[in-house]
């Protein structure tokens, strides 16, 4: 055997062994939830979920099934874009919280609430929209460019604590003056790499199986998001047209315009409106809401349903609200009594909105 091929032979057969040994210490000393993110970018220039695709998350406490629909929806069925006769549609738009990560599709928020809703007697189809990982900007692009296709009679869109810096690091809108306007037409981060691995096979079964390709994927994504938080809030320090006085930072004050201005936009469609506000867990005791930080003149008009609410009357060192081991989301119990606030919230608008007129 030649020199050089001994010698590469030997350095890859090193570089496996090593990887493998550092899997094996990830997987002993500290293990990772696998829950490989499965997107791509979308026409309207914001990531969405890939169209039909099949994985699973697993955890210490979980290992569920998600199904995507060929619309890029959390759905084991597609949905025509007009609204069926008799049916009021709910419209839901999220990150991983509404998507429904670490429970299987039937208890995620959106399953519930269609069977709460049903309950009651308005026949409802709930379609879910969400994409992990989205902010305020994001949902709203997505309402625009494909949500409002489907004619929603209603709208539920969630609020999240981690909506403040997403939003300042897509860059698809920014503050002027005393309004917003739009800024970036795309936002697509690593999305160009990503559909490139993922044509491979071997890619796939390390992404779904590896805690440690895990590890270093979560590592690098933290690192590049402050990156960018960073450099867009640079950019937002430039001298900009007079903001009218406010105690807010420029972050707090984006993200509730960018809510004003989703409300708006659905409300000018003729859709109902409602943001579901999603707390932090700080232990089983203590649900934290981000909402507060927000300028109470800019939102006092956004209507708004706070899920510490919904849970604080369960609130208890034996009931388990939030997942502890992976990336503390929403238990199927709390999905569903989630749900059941939500639908005693919109159900007397439905029964008044225009869904009525197809009942």
């Not at 709203?140 to 810096?165: C, N």
């Not at 406010?246 to 708006?264: C, F, N, P």
């Not at 943001?275 to 932090?280: M, T």
Request: charged share 25%; proline share 6%; glycine share 6%.
């Amino acid at each position: 055997m030649k020199r050089p091929l001994r010698t590469i032979l030997i350095a890859t057969a090193l570089s496996v062994y090593a990887l493998l040994l550092a899997e094996v210490c990830v997987r002993v000393l500290d293990p990772q939830p696998l829950m490989p993110r499965y997107v791509t970018g979308t026409p309207w220039g914001v990531r969405g979920n890939i169209p039909g695709a099949h994985y699973r998350h697993k955890t210490r406490e979980v290992n569920v099934a998600y199904r995507i629909n060929s619309q890029g929806m959390r759905a084991d069925r597609e949905f025509p874009e007009h609204p069926v006769a008799g049916l009021c549609r709910v419209g839901l738009i999220g990150d991983s919280y509404f998507v429904g990560y670490e429970v299987e599709l039937e208890d995620t928020v959106a399953s519930q609430l269609e069977k709460a809703l049903q309950a009651r007697g308005i026949a409802t189809e709930v379609l879910n929209f969400s994409v992990s990982g989205f902010g305020t900007a994001e949902m709203l692009r997505t309402y625009e460019g494909q949500i409002r296709k489907f004619s929603p009679d209603m709208v539920l869109m969630q609020w999240h604590a981690s909506d403040l810096d997403d939003n300042v690091r897509s860059g698809l809108y920014v503050l002027d003056g005393a309004g917003l306007r739009r800024g970036a037409q795309r936002y697509l981060p690593s999305v160009t790499l990503q559909d490139r691995l993922m044509k491979w096979t071997l890619y796939r079964l390390v992404a779904d199986n590896s805690q440690l390709y895990s590890f270093v994927r979560e590592w690098s994504a933290t690192l590049v998001k402050n990156m960018l938080v960073a450099g867009n809030a640079a950019a937002d320090s430039a001298p900009q047209p007079a903001v009218e006085s406010t105690e807010a930072g420029a972050r707090e004050l984006l993200s509730a315009r960018l809510l004003q201005e989703s409300m708006k936009t659905i409300a000018k469609d003729g859709a109902g409106f409602l943001v579901v506000d999603i707390p932090e867990p700080k232990d089983r005791l203590l649900l934290k809401s981000a909402w507060t930080v927000l300028p109470a003149n800019e939102v006092r008009d956004v209507p708004v349903l706070h899920a510490a609410d919904a849970l604080k009357p369960f609130l208890s060192p034996d009931t388990q609200l939030f997942y502890e081991r992976g990336h503390f989301h929403l238990t199927p119990f709390a999905s569903k009594t989630l749900a059941a606030s939500i639908a005693e919230r919109i159900a007397p608008l439905l029964m008044q909105g225009r869904c009525s007129e197809r009942r």
